[in-house]
């Protein structure tokens, strides 16, 4: 690598600290770009590309660098650093990252034909952190960087498929770079399209229109008469001497690609509706093109809408439902149909979801929808209404979504809101007895939410936990802080007595990379350096089990549980015993036990509401404002500190946040009667709220009063809550949990 006289100095100055280990360049530049020292760390990593000898090291030093050179603009070092000779050394291979910056680099430097065939190779083995879009962008100025008119007809189709494409910032960035480039000039028709979505990335709505309106009226000083009873605003567009035709527009509407003709659209719909309602009533009734004539439609409903003018909105939505073209337009038509007649004509917007489900393959795109029918069935006690609800979600709906409705009726005819006559009326015929029996029956057995599972269990008196969990599947994986894996070795100074057990180097390598960023005191960085890893092989199951195990040893419980999370996400995996202990931790035991010392609280409960609160993160905040493992927001805080006589407090020090919030809890309880439930509901919505969906809808029981709560994060709040307590009684009581569960739905008192 090139270097100044200067910079050579300083890095030579930095050649003493290879003597504190390998990764020390490394781990002093990330610490310092934790404090925003960028220059530092720069010069850090300069001098580990001179002296470090780890390749691991190595290759997440030049991986580091680039993107840092990236954001400096210093290009031309990107090249240098990445110039590196593979058949050297076959494990020192350029990283998808290394290869994005330099192709990223080459084509800055107009170095086009260098990074076309670098994005080639990218595209043939395309990471999954870049889109398409980008690739095909990259391409495209490097085509017309080489040769514009050689490659006119390439350049021309990649610009097609970029205009087509759906709208996303990184299009925005990739049509804006197109713009300023240089290279090749496209087609005007082209130019005005790029433009366009540029400004409706932007939120820039009224310029996009301007910009539409500029473009037709040119296009019609050439070539369109305009017709002489045609009437004129100037005032309608800043920098416009006049307005084009409707004629004019509806012409150049139909020339765009589709994905441009939506964006038009919706910055009609925020910037200029009147006019807006205006072109699309003109493209619906003269258009011969279907894929016109339905934007045209949706987006007057969509227009009429926010006008408050809803039978009107109704109307233009169904007029989009006879002209769809695929499957998403229709569910979008008919889903602002349903949405509409909900609280005008719920008789119609049922008769709308039973056409839709019937056909759709995304049936859960309208599992919102079908929430607020069910629950305006449930306030109002019309049984009829949820019959046929859950008649037609039985038979064509999936998942969740099912799962969800299933139980609802079973529980509404166990009450009797659902009653014989009602089931006598829907095709399916049964008794009360068994339609009950069926529905808990296939909820219970399929593969639906967990909630509504163990609900299904407990109403049958079936196990709400696999035996399995009884067990200890797997006798090498243990309880978590007492089977020593790889990540032991960094403790064997401490206490040589252990019986380390070491893999391959490897692992070795992966167990000191983690372990060290953990000491360095950097452990919000682990999912960065764990996504960058340059092995990514030795990231095996094995390998992350012993890292969250490693992270728990350690009270790093937040990280513990993420890692598990990453795991899940692999079809490979299978939870053990082991993992679930970290995924749902003991975490801060004895600072909860003497939170909970003083109160009335079951631990399972409060263990659950704290780790859906803020995952064991004890310096979480939100966006909201509240802190810590409790999530307090800082004037509750006070008012409970108050109360209890504290006169100093933080409320990231998770002693004083648990002992706080628990006493918080509790109170929440006793205002409510000894009821956890409706004060798990005021945790999060606050008192009040509870009061006034009491007064509304109290004669449900608690399962169906949590499906009628209009608030949908209060509604899977308490489904969290209520999960993960009996999970966690499973895991660490080995108990069924039905006690449990019992007491949390107010049907009997605390186990």
Not at 31 to 57: P, R
Not at 625 to 635: K, R, S
């Amino acid at each position: 690598m090139a270097l100044s006289a200067a910079n050579y100095s300083n890095i030579n100055l930095l050649k003493p600290l290879a003597r504190l280990g390998d990764g020390i360049y490394l781990f002093v530049a990330l610490k310092a770009l934790d404090s925003g020292d960028i220059d530092t760390a720069v010069l850090c990593l300069e001098a580990g590309l001179q002296f470090e000898t780890n390749i691991l090291y190595i290759r997440r030093i030049r991986s580091l660098l680039v993107e840092l050179y990236y954001a400096r603009n210093n290009v031309q070092e990107i090249l240098t650093v990445t110039n590196i000779q593979e058949n050297v050394d076959p494990r020192n291979t350029l990283t998808h990252t290394e290869k994005l910056f330099r192709a990223r680099a080459l084509r800055d430097l107009y170095l086009f034909a260098e990074s076309y065939k670098l994005w080639t190779e990218i595209k043939k083995n395309k990471p999954s952190n870049i889109s398409s879009y980008e690739i095909e962008e990259a391409l495209l100025e490097a085509l017309a960087g080489i040769d514009a008119d050689i490659n006119k007809n390439a350049i021309q189709e990649t610009l097609e498929y970029l205009l087509d494409a759906p709208r996303s910032t990184a299009l925005t960035q990739a049509l804006e770079r197109l713009l300023v480039f240089t290279g090749f000039t496209p087609a005007p028709l082209v130019s005005q399209q790029i433009l366009l979505r540029v400004y409706v990335g932007r939120l820039d709505y009224g310029t996009a229109v301007t910009l539409f309106k500029n473009y037709a009226l040119t296009l019609e000083q050439g070539t369109i008469k305009r017709p002489e009873t045609e009437q004129k605003d100037e005032s309608l567009v800043p920098g416009v001497n006049v307005e084009p035709s409707l004629q004019s527009l509806k012409t150049l509407f139909e020339q765009f690609t589709y994905s441009t003709q939506a964006d038009l659209c919706r910055a009609y719909q925020y910037s200029d509706p009147d006019a807006g309602l205006r072109l699309f009533a003109m493209l619906y009734e003269q258009s011969e093109r279907k894929q016109v004539r339905f934007l045209a439609a949706y987006y007057s409903g969509l227009i009429t809408r926010d006008k408050k003018d809803i039978s009107g909105a109704i109307s233009w939505f169904a007029k989009a439902e006879q002209l769809i073209f695929s499957q998403d337009t229709e569910n979008q038509a008919v889903w602002y149909q349903i949405d509409l007649l909900i609280d005008r004509d719920p008789g119609k917007a049922l008769s709308k979801l039973t056409s839709i489900i019937k056909r759709t393959n995304k049936p859960d795109y309208f599992a919102d929808v079908l929430e607020r029918l069910s629950r305006k069935a449930l306030i109002e006690k019309n049984g009829a209404f949820l019959t046929s609800l859950d008649s037609v979600v039985f038979l064509y709906g999936a998942g969740a979504m099912k799962a969800r409705m299933a139980y609802i009726a079973s529980r509404a005819a166990q009450i009797g809101i659902i009653t014989q006559k009602h089931l006598d009326t829907v095709a399916e015929k049964t008794t009360i007895k068994n339609f009950i029996e069926q529905r808990l029956n296939w909820v219970r057995t399929q593969n639906s939410e967990l909630w509504f599972k163990m609900l299904a269990a407990y109403r049958t008196d079936a196990a709400l936990l696999p035996e399995s969990w009884k067990t200890n599947e797997d006798e090498q994986w243990s309880t978590p802080g007492t089977n020593y894996t790889v990540f032991s070795v960094i403790e064997e100074s401490e206490n040589k007595a252990l019986n380390l057990t070491i893999g391959s180097a490897d692992d070795y390598q992966f167990a000191i990379f983690f372990s060290k960023l953990l000491y360095w005191g950097m452990g919000a960085r682990l999912f960065v350096e764990l996504d960058n890893y340059p092995f990514q092989e030795v990231k095996s199951i094995k390998n992350l089990r012993a890292l969250a195990d490693y992270l728990y040893r350690k009270g790093e419980y937040n990280l513990a549980i993420r890692v598990i999370t990453e795991l899940l996400r692999r079809s490979d995996y299978f939870m053990l015993d082991f993992d679930r202990k970290i995924y749902w931790p003991l975490a801060y035991d004895e600072v909860m036990q003497k939170a909970l010392a003083p109160r009335n609280l079951n631990k399972w409960i409060y263990y659950a509401l704290v780790r859906s609160e803020s995952l064991f993160k004890p310096d979480a905040v939100s966006k909201s404002g509240a802190i810590g493992l409790g999530q307090f927001m800082p004037a509750t805080a006070q008012d409970v500190a108050n109360r209890l006589k504290i006169e100093q407090f933080d409320l990231t020090n998770p002693e004083d946040n648990l002992f706080m919030s628990a006493f918080y809890f509790q109170g929440l309880i006793n205002q409510f009667n000894g009821q956890v439930l409706p004060a798990v509901w005021a945790y999060n919505a606050g008192p009040g709220r509870y009061t006034q969906w009491k007064k509304e809808f109290g004669f449900l029981p608690f399962d169906l009063f949590m499906e009628a709560i209009p608030f949908s994060e209060t509604r899977q709040y308490g489904k969290n809550i209520g999960r993960a307590a009996v999970l966690y009684a499973g895991i660490h009581e080995k108990s069924d949990g039905r006690a449990l569960l019992a007491y949390y739905l107010g049907e009997k008192g605390q186990p």
